[in-house]
């Protein structure tokens, strides 16, 4: 089971406080740590250096005989502490150790050594060479650290609980955060939920939010904006769709009871058959030019990109509605040259929809003009026809599915409304553009393939 976003930042963040704690502490405690044993060694260096001046003194020798005590009383004078002055053979002149510790020997002249007491309690000895009176001695001062130890050991658990606590609290205040800082997604999380066709207008408002979610809502709002548009285009196409269906099933439907209010004769029925057959053949088209379509919104289309030579595909077209061409009595005429990278098939279909498109509506007696040229990283192919300018209000729609400038000669001529669409698609789908212009006495269609 996968944890809640809320649950791993507060482990992480109270993982991080716990782990700054107890770096902090353990540097603070090194620090402690040293300046006491310094301190400690200091005092211990002082201790030796005592002796040495009292055993200097006169009537140091007798004292020592006569009052052992006053060495341990006075010398050692923290607890834990030990004395002994050996002579020069090796023989034990005072031995102030209350414990009756076993003391190693000392490590040389003044220097420090640690050793470890009875229990594993550490300790620490120096010794050093006096004279007591006329005679050379020998002074080993040592001190046994129980207190210091069980010092630092409360230390190291205040320490401990320190991280503890400075852990959980930030874990506290943590979730608290997180739960004040989401706040903001769990809104989009709402506003998520309540997103339906009839919502799709509302915006989040990205006034009050963090400026590390605006990014984010932004993403959303285009997102819903995006939803919307679809959602607008997808019910003007099922209306457009359910429009241009009834057409030809109305006229089938109509023409068939007709024909069977009565006896016909076999000429009327093979009429009335070529008639029906005539509009399921615009059905099939027109079925096929939404599935494309459809395709080619979810780039279902996979191009078959290869290299072209656009002077030859826009013969080939012009080749192909020349029939249709000279029975409106116009001509054809191809000119430029350039190359491109594209998918052939689409190439032509493209082109095939435009001049099917100025054929049908270019004055009759005129010339469409097929051109090719290269541009600044791209390739434009145009068709231009002479007929009516289409007015400005109608040119940004013109790849729109199903429209028409003329509905009534469109749907005549046996035009689903889907030719341009589908050049908007094709063009689309190699990166490039379709555009239109219209003025004066002529309309001329261009696409643009990118070639960079």
């Given at each position: 089971m996968k944890s809640s976003l809320t649950l791993r930042v507060t482990l992480a963040f109270m993982l991080i406080v716990a782990l700054s704690v107890a770096g902090v502490g353990m540097f603070l405690y090194r620090a402690f740590v040293a300046e006491i044993e310094r301190r400690d060694d200091l005092q211990l260096l002082g201790k030796l250096r005592q002796v040495q001046i009292v055993l200097g003194r006169p009537g140091a020798a007798e004292l020592l005989a006569a009052q052992p005590d006053f060495f341990r009383d006075t010398m050692s004078g923290q607890e834990g502490s030990l004395v002994r002055i050996t002579a020069a053979g090796g023989a034990v002149l005072a031995d102030i150790?209350?414990?009756?510790?076993?003391?190693?020997?000392?490590?040389?002249?003044?220097?420090?050594?640690?050793?470890?007491?009875?229990?594993?309690?550490?300790?620490?000895?120096?010794?050093?060479?006096?004279?007591?009176?006329?005679?050379?001695?020998?002074?080993?001062?040592?001190?046994?650290?129980?207190?210091?130890?069980?010092?630092?050991?409360r230390y190291r658990a205040r320490i401990?609980?320190?991280?503890?606590v400075g852990g959980l609290a930030a874990a506290v205040l943590a979730a608290l955060m997180l739960r004040r800082g989401l706040r903001p997604l769990r809104a989009v999380a709402a506003h998520a939920a309540m997103v339906k066709p009839g919502t799709l207008a509302q915006r989040l408002d990205i006034a009050g939010a963090p400026s590390e979610l605006h990014p984010l809502i932004d993403a959303f709002n285009a997102m819903q904006q995006r939803l919307q548009d679809g959602y607008a285009r997808l019910s003007r196409f099922s209306a457009d769709l359910a429009h241009e269906f009834r057409t030809p099933v109305t006229n089938m439907i109509g023409q068939s009871q007709v024909a069977l209010g009565q006896g016909r004769s076999r000429e009327e029925y093979e009429a009335l058959l070529a008639s029906n057959i005539e509009e399921l053949e615009r059905l099939a088209r027109m079925i096929e030019s939404m599935l494309f379509l459809a395709r080619a919104g979810q780039d279902e289309v996979l191009l078959a990109r290869q290299p072209i030579e656009a002077r030859d595909e826009l013969e080939r077209v012009a080749d192909f509605f020349e029939g249709m061409a000279e029975e409106r009595g116009l001509r054809l005429q191809c000119s430029g040259a350039a190359h491109l990278a594209a998918d052939p098939g689409l190439v032509r279909r493209a082109l095939a929809n435009l001049v099917s498109n100025?054929?049908?509506?270019?004055?009759?007696?005129g010339s469409i003009a097929l051109h090719a040229e290269s541009r600044a990283g791209a390739v434009a192919l145009s068709v231009t026809n002479p007929g009516a300018p289409i007015p400005?209000?109608?040119?940004?729609?013109?790849?729109?599915?199903?429209?028409?400038?003329?509905?009534?000669?469109?749907?005549a001529e046996g035009s689903t409304g889907l030719g341009l669409s589908i050049v908007s698609a094709i063009m689309n789908l190699h990166g490039g553009k379709a555009m239109v212009e219209s003025h004066g006495a002529q309309t001329r269609f261009t696409l643009v393939f990118p070639t960079g």
């Open positions: 150790n209350p414990a009756g510790e076993r003391t190693p020997a000392p490590p040389g002249q003044g220097a420090i050594a640690s050793w470890r007491a009875r229990g594993g309690i550490p300790g620490r000895i120096v010794g050093g060479g006096a004279r007591l009176g006329n005679t050379p001695v020998t002074v080993v001062v040592a001190r046994v650290y129980g207190e210091r130890t069980a010092m630092f050991a401990l609980a320190a991280c503890v100025a054929v049908r509506h270019a004055d009759p007696g400005r209000e109608h040119l940004d729609h013109l790849f729109d599915r199903f429209y028409r400038v003329d509905s009534a000669r469109s749907d």
